[in-house]
């Protein structure tokens, strides 16, 4: 990841935690039941290294930090793909929305499996795509290739994760 993609991940990150932690002006605050002790979307979430190596086609999967947001590198025959993957408790979808409208992100509501969801695309980067659906709080995976290249689409892998996230989440 180029230090400038880097800065952008760690920014959407930062701002997504800082959102998700405070509550402020007049946004109604939804009840939301604590998370269980050994919630599966925790951590660095249900989805295998050995998973996510199958869902990309990767020869390789490396991961490279841990919660609250995790992150992988995976090598696979169109290139290197970075992955990452978070789940912030009690947070809505709506709350997201707003973060990536309010950073000029592209999105497109939809619902997986059940839960709503949306897309979110930067504009002026087609090699990047993430995927936030409402489980218990928000679960985002976010997939870039790494080398700028809008192809191969990085939104199908961010939605095959997601779909397997869910999963075993249960439903």
């Known amino acids: 990841m180029t230090m400038r993609a880097m800065g952008r991940a760690a920014l ?9 932690g405070c509550s402020g002006g007049g946004t109604p605050q939804t009840q939301s039941t604590p998370a269980a002790a050994a919630n599966i979307l925790a951590g660095c979430g249900p989805v295998s290294d050995q998973a996510i190596a199958g869902q990309l086609r990767a020869t390789s999967v490396r991961r490279e930090s841990a919660p609250t947001t995790c992150t992988w590198i995976a090598q696979t025959p169109s290139g290197t793909i970075d992955i990452s ?20 992100y592209s999105i497109e509501k939809v619902v997986v499996d059940r839960f709503g969801a949306m897309y979110w695309r930067d504009p002026q980067d087609p090699s ?24 191969p689409d990085p939104c199908p892998a961010a939605m095959s994760l997601m779909h397997t996230t869910l999963t075993f989440d249960g439903i």
């Open 85 to 104: 993957y978070s789940w912030f408790s009690g947070d809505v979808l709506m709350r997201e929305t707003q973060v990536a409208a309010q950073y000029g």
């Open 12 to 20: 959407a990150v930062l701002v997504v935690a800082t959102v998700a």
């Open 128 to 151: 990047s795509c993430g995927v936030t659906a409402a489980d218990g709080g928000t679960v985002t995976w976010w997939v870039q290739n790494r080398d700028r290249a809008a192809q």
